[in-house]
């Protein structure tokens, strides 16, 4: 059973770097065939993912975030990170790293509540001074 697990800072300050990392447990992140992505929920808005990267190591963002994220993995530690540049308080929300099959992926790019895959638990993250 795979199992993720998002960590870093609660608190970000406006115009700083949010970096949050997801620990992967129970299977690599290499893993033939899967896909690791960043969804994000906003208070009283949906799911909105951020960006994704395929086994394979490269990556892909949201038109909404490409100028400002930077996905990365960590092989040896089993961990991928988030890196959002420029935020303000309309970032704020609850991050979450998930992991489904290729074969799920349009559905979770398009209806993630609907997706058969793996989620953290999600971590809450507040833009403010």
Request: proline letters at 7%; glycine letters at 10%; a positive charge.
């Amino acid at each position: 059973q795979v199992q993720l697990q998002e960590s870093g800072p609660g608190l970000v300050k406006p115009s700083q770097t949010l970096s949050l990392t997801c620990t992967v447990s129970g299977g690599p992140i290499a893993r033939n065939g899967y896909y690791w992505i960043w969804i994000r929920q906003p208070p009283g808005k949906g799911l909105e993912w951020i960006g994704y990267s395929p086994y394979s190591g490269s990556t892909y963002y949201s038109p909404s975030f490409k100028t400002r994220t930077s996905i990365s993995r960590d092989t040896s530690k089993n961990q991928f990170t988030l890196q959002l540049s420029s935020v303000t308080p309309e970032d704020t929300g609850v991050y979450y790293c998930a992991s489904v099959h290729h074969s799920s992926m349009s559905t979770m790019l398009s209806h993630p509540t609907k997706a058969a895959g793996y989620w953290g638990q999600g971590t809450q993250v507040t833009v403010s001074s």
